[in-house]
T-cell receptor, first 112, second 109 residues
Framework: SQTIHQWPATLVQPVGSPLSLECTVE??????LYWYRQAAGRGLQLLFY??????ISSEVPQNLSASRPQDRQFILSSKKLLLSDSGFYLC???????????FGQGTRLTVV | RKEVEQDPGPFNVPEGATVAFNCTYS??????FFWYRQDCRKEPKLLMS???SGNEDGRFTAQLNRASQYISLLIRDSKLSDSATYLC??????????FGAGTTVTVRA
């Protein structure tokens, strides 16, 4: 069966520090991978998506970047965090947009 | 205009009541439609897909109106456990899943 792992669950980082969030998927090949951010009380904002190794599409200009070094690994990074980067970060995968997307348990990031 | 818009609610209903709400989408090329459920501080999970002919899953009924570009969700015989935020999701053929901001439902005893 397929599983998605996302870590850490909670993170408190100072302004200006770097960030690296990792997401891995098991049990499937060539998944579509997504990073979303959800601010408190708000909807999910698509940050990046990838349809294959090394292929990254960015949805909004921001302080973040993403990489897909392996087929089932998706990494979200920042060189210098801003206060506005705080939020609930969710990784997701799907084999097709026509069927279900599965989410990791999320990382709650607080920038202080 | 946002790609997917939802009434944020909250819808505050007693147990056993029926509650219904809509979601509108702006892109007529949208192809697939879903309702996800998100519990407080948890990840979203698929509730049901929405098919052109409408579909039902137990107490939940979803409808799609392509002409008016909206989908709806109806919950019958509400349970306390139905309290959650319901997210409307719309996709095209470009791999993107676009989420609405969610409709909050609170079922009270």
């Amino acid at each position: 069966s397929q599983t998605i792992h996302q870590w850490p669950a909670t993170l408190v980082q100072p302004v200006g520090s770097p960030l690296s969030l990792e997401c891995t998927v098991e049990g499937t090949s060539n998944p579509n991978l997504y990073w979303y951010r959800q601010a408190a009380g708000r909807g999910l904002q698509l940050l990046f998506y990838s349809v294959g190794i090394g292929q990254i599409s960015s949805e909004v200009p921001q302080n973040l970047s993403a990489s897909r070094p392996q087929d089932r690994q998706f990494i979200l990074s920042s060189k210098k965090l801003l206060l506005s980067d705080s939020g609930f970060y969710l990784c997701a995968w799907s084999v097709s947009v026509a069927i279900e997307a599965f989410f990791g348990q999320g990382t709650r990031l607080t920038v202080v | 205009r946002k790609e997917v818009e939802q009434d944020p609610g909250p819808f505050n209903v007693p147990e056993g009541a029926t509650v219904a709400f809509n979601c509108t989408y702006s892109n007529s090329a949208s192809q697939s439609f879903f309702w996800y459920r998100q519990d407080c501080r948890k990840e979203p999970k698929l509730l049901m897909s929405v098919y052109s002919s409408g579909n039902e899953d137990g107490r939940f009924t979803a409808q799609l109106n392509r002409a008016s570009q909206y989908i709806s969700l109806l919950i019958r015989d509400s349970k306390l456990s139905d309290s959650a935020t319901y997210l409307c999701v719309v996709t095209r053929n470009d791999y993107k899943l676009s989420f609405g901001a969610g409709t909050t439902v609170t079922v009270r005893a």
